[in-house]
């Protein structure tokens, strides 16, 4: 094991060629994360020409590096444009938003990015302490009915970490729920709320709609206002851009954003509990095949509601839900490697190209991959460690390019927003039909926003509508149409045992606060 | 304050004399050089649009994959379309049409351009989705031009299972109808019509063994690993690392010959059961394409997929290699689609999706729930307007019009007057409306639409609507 250890070291962390292809990577990585519509799977697609000529090493460099930054450069747009760039940042869209309302930009930048960067570190220990172990359990614990229990988790949590009433949440998730269900349920064979539409054939894709809800849903907020002087610059930061760089060095820091970048140290370190809390969630939820960053972060964000010490906050400047839903979402990322490495199932689309790739490289994932392939196994260990520090600085730049768009006046940035809107929502398949979708749940969003209804269980909706409806049927099938099936496995149980009290507890202290007010 | 546009916030830190005269110099030279600057940003932006050769093709040619960008389809998708590149001498790109198990891409396909700039990977369903009825397309509205590969359907039962021969399975099956679960695709799905035909084959009942959809071979093999199913139907290399990892065993492939790559797995055939169904991968364009860029494209696929490259891809990536040219192509696929209609039509798909829970008690139960929840907020006014920005105002709402407009224009005109064009308006006319000075305007949407058309056209080569100009 430690030659096979020590020859990974020489592979992946002495040879420059490996540390070009993660510097390289890491940059387009953050530029396809940041800009609205170009997902981290597209930029993985988009390289598979390129690293299928590679070495195994080097490849898995850039494949890693590039997830990894994309899945947090996903915060930026989050958090300047109310844009999330992944799904999983929209679970605290509208806390990272708030807060950069409330002109604590730099502030959240800042937290995501090393949230981002200490949850990868995290979810990379777990692969590395536990994945052969954690994988052979995953596979067979979780069947279908476990998976209908934790998609109904998920969807739970996206109801309590909305802000407001969870009326208010449960409606917009109803609402996500049945856009789900337009389009040809694969299970039923049969084509659903198409309105004999053929462009309804292929349902509502997400990404459109997430762009719509929040980014154009944005703009049309701010140019209802009634008078164009309304639209002022975002606040700017207090005692960040008044005071002059004086020195040289400060100069220098400043311009490079490290001083920003660094000021939300203080608070995770304050709030390392929590951070932990949040990134085994991430690194347990990521490991979970089609599971994944998203459902981590919502689930991750619910919990810190319920511990937060200021749970109202929540859902409309939480720097901690920013920070819990950000730590989880990067470490579910390394975590869904392993059932990719153990047994070639793919959680997502980007681990099902990373198969593909490793198996042309004649490198087969299977349980003895830890034996037979040790350089290279250690080596995508030591790749996500490594690529830690590279995120670190790529983000700054980020960040740092990024606040030129805090600084620039909304009556040119508004267009231009929406330009990218556009264009990215068309890019993703090349329809003209996601275009509509856009604008239609723009329009949706900023009818909902104007009563407060959140828009981030929508989106999880929407995500979630129709393998939960698939786990369900496919459970009942299965056993012939009982359902205690659902509690039918230890798992089964204590997952549904969850779920049910997230939902009869509000319920029971509602009850119990009507009684005493009754008897008072 | 009209100049707002060009104004940053630091300029009012400076001092006033030297702001003044920064942005009188500024307006001095903005006057004169922006309009050059727009018509050389404007030419540079075109810059990379094609168009130089008279001979076909000469613009980037599109290939549709009708599956997910990561999958087995999406991955032989980008591998042939770098081959094809070498060969055409223009950009082939790939756009992923997904959705609707396969007729969304399959459709578009179809009904696109026959210009012979739009090709499409079809694959095995464009057999199979009009037998079942979800789409008009056929393989009579495609021009066959390449058959890439074929992986026949084997069947893998758990390492822990009782059934060591084909044979046992048979006879456990006969036995106990209905009590064994399978899966490996969506109902009436590929594998789902090959566990059929293996049923048929050995007298069984065509549900002997019930099928439980899941969409996907990985998370079917994750279900069978869990213990959730008994058997799972798909193609080999698909479960190759859990076959060779012991976990899964396989008792048979539907082919006539052993794979080549899998010699250990005994045919059906061999153990007398007369069934040979499985997947298959092949290039195509609308049917009535322009013959003579018909042929071009088949002799650039012939060398593409017969080169060494595109073959050793192939052998690395697990799957069965087999090249056939648009002839005999199109007889195959003629055939195949016979067979297909005979087991398609029997009653076994007959009630197909006529499931414990139908298609519409989800939707059902979920508009009583949102009915429900709507009615208690209207009922306990937990609905009304909040937010600073609320007052209504007529210019407000006609600025949230004028958003919406542009989206509309886009969808109208976009496909038309393509993406430079369409982009370009829409930015000049939010910003003016906006009350953005003209210089600055037009300034930015120059510069706005040069970048992203370079960036999503050229580099990333991501799809933009291309319109009657190309760009």
Redesign the interface.
Known sequence: MNSALLQAVELALLSPYVWLVIVVSSLYGTFMGAIPG?TA??A???V??IV?FMDPIPSMAALVTLTACALYAGDIPNALLRIPGTPASAAYTDDAFGLTQQGKGDLVQSVCLLASAFGSIFGALVLIALAPFLAGIA????????YFWLYVLGLSCAVVVSRG?M??G??AL??G??LS?V???????????TFGR?EL???I?FIPAMIGLFG?SE???N?????????A?VP?EAGA?GVADTTWRQRVASAAGAKATTQGLPFLLRQRWHFLRSSSIGAIIGML??AGADIAAWVSVGLSKRFARHPEEFGRGSLQAVADGSAAKNAALPAAWI?ALV????G???T??V??IL????V?????IFTTQAPVVYGIYLLFIATAPVLLVTGMLAIRAGAVIR?T?K??L???I???C??GS??I????FD??V??AM??LG?VL?????PSGPIILGIILGTPL??R???T???T??GLLAFFGRPMAAMLGLIAVTLWVMPLVLWMRERRRAWST | MPDAGCRTPNAGRQTPGVARRARWLLHKTARRAVPALVALLLVSSMAGCGGGRDAFPNQPVVLICPWAAGGGTDRVARQLAVSLEGELGVPVNVINATGASGVTGHTRGALARGDGYTLTLITAELNMLHWRGLTPITPADFQPLALLNRDPAAIFVRKDAPWQTLADLDAHVLANPRALKASGTALGGIWHVALVGWLTQIGAPADGVRWISIEGTAPSLQELMAGGIDIVASSLPEARSLLDAGEIRALGVMADTRVAQFPDVLTMKEQGVDVAIGVWRGVGVPAETDPDAAAYLARALERAVTGSDFREFMRQAGFNWDYQGPQEFTATLAGLDRRFGTILGSEAFADLGKGVVGPRVFPAVLVTIGLLTLGVLLGTRQLGRTGGLDTFSWHGAARVAAVLGAVAFYLVAGESLGFVITTFAILLALMRLLEVRWPVALLVSVLVVATIYQVFANVLRVPLPRGVFGW
Do not use: C, W
């Open positions: 170009l799977t597209m993985v697609a988009l598979v020409p299928y596979a067979r614990t979780f069947s279908v009915v476990e009433s009326l208010r449960l409606l109803v609402i729920l049945l269900m389009g040809l349920s694969s299970v039923h064979a049969e084509a659903r709320l053929p054939y292929q349902g894709n154009v703009i049309l907020r140019m209802f206002a009634p008078r164009l002087s309304d639209l610059p700017e851009a095949p089609g059932p047994f070639a199932i793919p997502d689309s980007i099902a190209i198969i593909g198996m042309m490289k004649n087969t994932p299977g349980p003895d600084r006046p009556r040119i508004l267009p231009v929406l330009v990218f556009i264009t068309y890019a398949n090349g329809s003209p275009v509509f856009m604008g723009g329009l900023f926003d104007r009563r407060d209804v409806e698939e369900f049927i496919q009942l099938t299965s012939g149409g």
